[in-house]
């Protein structure tokens, strides 16, 4: 059974950092682009982040983009976000994803996480 577990979400004040990971089981995923969503309450499944097969090469989404550092271990089988200065408007769900190629476009990931609250106090 396949399964991606995300962890180190929780509650933090405005302009701390977590560190999130999404551990993969049931098969590798070294070979496929790992990717990071959020969704808020009342509104979509947002893009966050996303990291290629080798790691060599990341994309973000404006809103986060010189706060937030996606990476991954593919010894590990885990991907990871630092989030950093995190504000108020990041609270939301996050979310792992794996797919065949780097994508900013939740349809074409395969496979997801159950998801990790990301609460961050005024």
Request: positive net charge; glycine residues 12%; charged residues 15%.
């Amino acid at each position: 059974q396949v399964q991606l577990v995300e962890s180190g979400g929780g509650l933090v004040q405005t302009g701390g950092s977590l560190r999130l990971s999404c551990a993969a089981s049931g098969r590798t995923f070294s070979t496929y682009a790992r990717g990071w969503f959020r969704q808020a309450p009342g509104k979509e499944r947002e893009f966050v982040a996303t990291i290629s097969w080798s790691g060599g090469f990341t994309h973000y989404a404006d809103s986060v983009k010189g706060r937030f550092t996606i990476s991954r271990d593919n010894a590990k089988n885990t991907v990871y976000l630092q989030m950093n200065s995190l504000k108020p408007e990041d609270t939301a769900v996050y979310y792992c994803a794996a797919a065949g190629r780097m994508s900013d476009y939740a349809p074409a990931y395969d496979y997801w996480g159950q998801g990790t609250q990301v609460t961050v106090s005024s």
